[in-house]
T-cell receptor, first 113, second 117 residues
Framework: GNSVTQMEGPVTLSEEAFLTINCTYT??????LFWYVQYPGEGLQLLLK?????DKGSNKGFEATYRKETTSFHLEKGSVQVSDSAVYFC????????????FGSGTQLTVLP | DTAVSQTPKYLVTQMGNDKSIKCEQN?????MYWYKQDSKKFLKIMFS???????INETVPNRFSPKSPDKAHLNLHINSLELGDSAVYFC????????????????FGEGSRLTVL
């Protein structure tokens, strides 16, 4: 089956620190990979995505590269801000008769001023 | 314009009651979903409808019954509520599954927080 393993949180960083949140996956077939972000009290929003191996998704200073050889999609940001405090979810989706997202467990990020 | 909207946003009720959560999307999507998020933020899919047809029905108690009157609406009715049903329920929608348009991206509502006392 399909599964996503995400770095456990919570993660607390100081402003301008470097961020890495690890994500590895197991999938039957060729998945698309996603990072979603959930700000306090809100629903999930797509942060970035990659649909094939070696693709790099990027948005708002965040990046993640689809690594098929290591089945990974780690999220990085060079300099975090207080406003980046949120829960981050790694997810995958595989073509099939019923396309659905499989989510990781989420990583709570808190950025301190 | 809200793309995916859910009502109510908060719902507090007693055990044994029956309640409904409504969801509407104005994105023109054919596929809609219900996800449950527990207190540890873990997200689990419950149901998915494609153009009013049920296509995903995960291991969910029969007390949960989705209804899709048209492709823009997907409601969730819960009978005989239990303490363990307390969670945040998210509605989502996506592009059609067929035709290669769907890359898997979902658009989420803001969630409905259900508290069962």
């Amino acid at each position: 089956g399909n599964s996503v393993t995400q770095m456990e949180g919570p993660v607390t960083l100081s402003e301008e620190a470097f961020l890495t949140i690890n994500c590895t996956y197991t999938a039957t077939g060729y998945p698309s990979l996603f990072w979603y972000v959930q700000y306090p009290g809100e629903g999930l929003q797509l942060l970035l995505k990659a649909t094939k191996a070696d693709d790099k998704g990027s948005n708002k200073g965040f990046e993640a590269t689809y690594r098929k050889e290591t089945t990974s999609f780690h999220l990085e940001k060079g300099s975090v801000q207080v406003s980046d405090s949120a829960v981050y979810f790694c997810a995958l989706s595989v073509w099939g008769s019923a396309r659905q997202l499989t989510f990781g467990s989420g990583t709570q990020l808190t950025v301190l001023p | 314009d809200t793309a995916v909207s859910q009502t109510p946003k908060y719902l507090v009720t007693q055990m044994g009651n029956d309640k409904s959560i409504k969801c509407e999307q104005n994105l023109g999507h054919d596929t809609m979903y219900w996800y449950k998020q527990d207190s540890k933020k873990f997200l689990k899919i419950m149901f998915s409808y494609n153009n009013k047809e049920l296509i995903i029905n995960e291991t969910v108690p029969n007390r949960f019954s989705p209804k899709s009157p048209d492709k823009a609406h997907l409601n969730l009715h819960i009978n005989s509520l239990e303490l363990g049903d307390s969670a945040v329920y998210f509605c989502a929608s996506s592009l059609p599954i067929a035709g290669g348009q769907n890359t898997g991206e979902l658009f989420f509502g803001e969630g409905s927080r259900l508290t069962v006392l």
